[in-house]
């Protein structure tokens, strides 16, 4: 019987234990409905405790008594539960969000790979951080509710955006004043050119140019200066934001990696990237615009723009791609789309150059009256100066636009072929249309010193910078031949001298019989000193007015001219100076030999 008894105290105990566990959940609602009220704002593990009771009071009445009213009263709890989790969420996201300071992303975009750690960001305060997982964790197990994660990407992608911004904007307002710290762009600026300034691979060296182009392209570009500059501190703000963008997108995975379920991660990341990327494109399709409209206006220069741009934007590619793998193709086309067409814009900007070279018109009042540079050839010359801090890219451009089967393996050599026989074209299409300008003067010598000037200026200004390395990789005798030129055109030249030294000269000069003169003979005397005495002195002044700029050439052609001139006038006039051919000396010989050399040494110099 006492086991029988025990048995059925047992039960008691389990019914009356039963009883309490089910009366328990008619005070579930009670219990928690104050904390619920509240919100989980400072208690988050309190108040998912009391959601946990809920949602079994829920599962209880729905299995036992789904008549029952507690079971609306529950239910409408656990909706409040997760609409507070949610809002909490949203909260905590939204004030702990901030843009990342422009200072620390500098510092993230320009750490050397080898040497230095990538500093890491700290987007949310760990502690914060732990309850957005933890909130974000209950949402997708129980809250049966993705609306979080539309949260979660709309407020990352807006700081993302505005996080880039704020860099363009701190470079903007810095680099007017200091200099850019951390720049990818290269330090050590021209001061001489308005050559853009060579961009330099964050976390890498770029090879500064020797310098180049005269004072005369600089005193020309100068008061484009400002504009040039503004121009520089968007191309740098902008290839910032290139790398910006991968280095923080890259930051943000990791992030979205701790807070979203793994099956949702790459659909979400895809939309938060999609406002900072899309920025990027405007961008660069706005730098896109702005070179086509300068190749329509000619300003060849203005286009320059786009290749540190392009340069930078294919070395970052591969990280591109790594960021981007899993979004959807849209994304991932974007930057290739911007490459092909930055390529294409600046195909066709080389192309038209090229053309406006060979077709620049031939007018009287665009020749320079003293025959020095013109400046068709110092433009050219520094178009391709500067496309020496650009020669992969600008091969590449021209790679890209090539069809043949060749152009497919795309090896740098096939590139640098390209560019070279570009460069040559250009020099090419020079060389005629400077042939036809030269046809204006209608002064041969005059005409001759023109093509001189420039051929010299073409040849030394190939030779200063690495130009001439690029020619010859197609054209190997081009220095030669430019020598060759530049020869032909002084002995052009020299033909100006025939007219005054053929006075003089032996050739001309019959014998005369007897000592005594006949009054024929001492005429053509008077006839040979006079018509010497006015070529001389009208070359003289009108050959003093020419130019010629490099004065290693000035001085070797006046020497050369005095030589001849000198010789000639010398022989003549120590054979004739003591006949007496005339009464009136100083009216005939009004020079002494070094006098004459004195006059020659004046040409081409408007000072002297």
């Known amino acids: 019987r006492s086991s029988d008894l025990q048995r059925l105290q047992e039960n008691v105990d389990k019914t009356l234990s039963c009883l309490d566990h089910v009366i328990s959940y008619y005070h579930v609602a009670n ?36 008549d029952s009213p507690e079971l609306n009263r529950v239910k409408s709890l656990f909706e409040r539960g997760k609409e507070s989790l949610e809002t909490e969420f949203r909260s905590l996201m939204t004030r702990n969000s901030k843009p990342v300071p422009p200072i620390l992303i500098l510092d993230l975009i320009s750490v050397d790979d080898e040497l230095e750690e ?9 502690s914060v951080l732990q309850d957005i997982i933890r909130i974000s964790g209950w949402l997708v197990d129980y809250g049966r509710n993705q609306d979080f994660m539309n949260v979660y990407y709309q407020i990352r992608s807006s700081q993302l955006d505005r996080s880039i911004k704020g860099l363009k904007e701190h470079l903007r307002k810095n680099s007017a004043s200091f200099g850019i710290p951390y720049s990818p762009a290269v330090q050590n600026k021209r001061k001489d050119t308005p050559t853009k300034k060579p961009i330099k691979r964050p976390g890498h060296e770029h090879d500064s140019r020797a310098k180049h182009a005269g004072d005369a392209l600089a005193e020309k570009h100068g008061p484009t200066a400002g504009k040039e500059d503004t121009v520089d501190i968007e191309i740098d703000a902008y290839i910032h934001s290139i790398s910006a963008f991968v280095k923080l997108a890259q930051s943000e995975y990791q992030l979205l990696g701790r807070i979203i379920p793994e099956h949702d991660q790459k659909k979400t990341f895809d939309s938060l990237i999609q406002e900072a990327l899309e920025s990027l494109m405007i961008g660069g399709e706005n730098i896109v615009s702005a070179a086509r409209k300068a190749i329509v206006r000619h300003d060849y220069s203005a286009v320059l723009t786009i290749f540190p741009i392009l340069r930078h934007l294919k070395m970052m ?162 220095e030669r031949s430019y020598r060759e030129h530049i020869e032909q055109q002084i002995q052009m030249y020299q033909r100006s001298w025939l007219k ?9 000069l019959p014998v005369f019989q007897g000592a005594k003169l006949k009054d024929k003979e001492r005429q053509m005397i008077k006839e040979r000193f006079k018509g010497f005495n006015d070529g001389l002195e009208e070359l003289c002044k009108i050959q003093k007015a020419w130019a010629i700029p490099d004065q290693e050439q ?53 000072s002297a």
């Open 118 to 126: 990538e500093p890491t960001l700290e987007h949310l305060p760990e």
């Open 317 to 478: 590619k591969p990280e591109f791609d790594k960021v981007l793998q899993g979004t959807a193709a849209s994304t991932k086309n974007k930057i290739p789309g911007l490459i092909t067409s930055m390529e294409t814009t600046g195909a066709k900007a080389l192309e038209d150059f090229a053309d406006s070279i060979k077709n620049d018109p031939d007018k009287e009042y665009n020749m320079p009256k003293d025959g020095t540079v013109h400046e068709l050839t110092s433009n050219a010359i520094l178009f391709l100066q500067q496309l020496l801090d650009f020669q992969e890219t600008a091969g590449a451009m021209l790679a890209s636009q090539e069809t043949s089967s060749s152009a497919s393996s795309y090896s740098s050599e096939f590139s640098r072929r390209l560019l070279s026989t570009y460069i040559c074209k250009v020099l090419g299409n020079l060389q005629l249309n400077l042939l036809s300008k030269s046809k204006v003067y209608e002064d041969l010598a005059l005409s001759a010193i023109f093509l001189h000037n420039n051929y010299n200026y073409i040849l030394k200004s190939l030779e200063k910078s690495e130009l001439i390395q690029l020619v010859s990789v197609t054209q190997k005798t081009a």
């Open 31 to 66: 219990d928690t409905e104050k904390t619920i009220k509240e919100g989980p704002t400072g208690r988050l593990e309190e108040y998912l405790g009391c959601i946990e009771r809920i949602q079994k009071a829920v599962e209880y009445f729905q299995d036992n008594n789904p």
């Open 554 to 606: 000035r001085d070797k052609i006046r020497q050369a001219q005095k030589n001849i001139v000198q010789e000639a006038y010398g022989a003549f006039l120590q054979r004739y100076g003591n006949v007496p051919f005339t009464k009136n000396y100083e009216k005939y010989i009004k020079y002494r030999v070094e006098h004459v050399g004195e006059m020659i040494e004046k040409l081409f110099d408007t």
């Open 500 to 508: 005054v030294t053929d006075y003089v000269s032996e050739k001309n």
